[in-house]
């Protein structure tokens, strides 16, 4: 899997930061895309990635501020132009299919694709083959909600000592065992599968948090995430200011990552009061609290081992 951040400023855009956008590519998938958030100009961005439009087939909104959705009808009606045809599910708070039809019928948009709008509430659990998604609330003054997505695990590595220890050698027959419960074969009897493989890979977990205060209360939540994307529209010092306007800091983005043991931490939402010679300071200041922590830049790129 690999992440490319579409926009990383808080509230409204900068020369250097566009709003709220991350892709999700899931390269098992066939090349599906999972796109979080959609703030304006989102697909604008998209056109200095090698992203295509129509290989999105969800999209995930955490919570119905401008900076998040306002990209969304301009998105959905773009891609009718560039050979989308395939379903869009869209989930996100109550209000958001509203927002959507509106937007679409009063501009007399068309779609030549089916969308599905699924409203999601605290504790929604979203199933896909190789996926579940899990939906917690947060605390930004209006509905804002987390996604924690969990690959299902995949079975481990044939273990080809053992199977040449038998006397087997490499060759089709390999991909038969692994693909089968058992096979009953002519020179060697019945093997089982389980007898050959080593443990299952842990599918990874990625998870994504919309605008919200910190909360202790939120490290279940994140839990050893491979990846913890959080805002952190403040500094350290503005701890304060971060409560008020229901943000968080470098610090508390630090400190979530830390308590809930995740193995790599990527704040965003960056207010434009930040320049690019505090960057440096606002990478120290997590970074005492938790080492493995990157700050994302419009088009930074992550993937995900
Ligand atoms: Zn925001
Ligand atoms: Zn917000």
Redesign the pocket.
């Known amino acids: 899997m690999e992440i490319t951040f579409l926009g990383t400023g808080a509230g409204l855009p900068s020369k250097s930061r566009n709003v709220s956008a991350i892709a999700l590519h899931l390269l098992q998938e066939e090349n599906q895309i999972w796109l979080f958030d959609c703030g304006e100009a989102t697909q604008h961005q998209i056109l200095h990635t090698s992203i295509k439009p129509r290989k999105i087939n969800k999209i995930f909104i955490t ?1 119905l ?1 401008g ?2 959705i306002f990209g969304l009808p301009g998105l959905l009606s773009s891609r009718s132009f560039q050979g989308g045809d395939d379903a869009v599910t869209i989930y996100g708070p109550q209000g958001l299919r509203d927002y959507i039809v509106t937007a679409l019928r009063i501009s007399k948009s068309h779609l030549n694709y089916p969308i599905t709008i699924k409203e999601i509430k605290d504790g929604t659990v979203i199933k896909e083959d190789n996926y579940t998604i899990y939906v917690k609330e947060l605390d ?1 003054g209006i509905p ?1 909600f987390g996604y924690r997505i969990v690959e299902k695990d995949s079975p481990g590595e044939l273990l080809v000592d053992k199977l040449q220890a038998k006397g087997i050698p490499a060759g089709p027959l390999y991909g038969k065992i692994k693909s089968n419960e058992y096979i009953n074969t002519k020179d060697y009897g019945i093997l089982y599968r389980k007898d050959f493989l080593g443990p299952d890979k842990p599918g990874k977990i990625i998870t994504i948090m919309g ?1 919200t205060r910190y909360q202790e209360s939120f490290t279940s939540f994140v839990e050893r995430s491979d990846v913890l994307i959080y805002e952190a529209t403040f500094n350290a010092e503005q701890e304060d200011l971060a409560f008020q306007y229901f943000h968080s800091t470098t610090k508390q983005a630090a400190t979530l990552a830390k308590e809930g043991n995740v193995k790599q931490l990527i704040m965003t939402h960056i207010s434009s009061r930040y320049q690019l010679a505090d960057y440096e300071d606002l990478l120290k200041e997590a970074r005492e609290v938790f080492r493995d922590t990157e700050l994302a830049n419009d088009f930074y790129h992550h993937q995900i081992r």
């Open positions: 919570h501020h900076d998040h930004h804002s605008d």
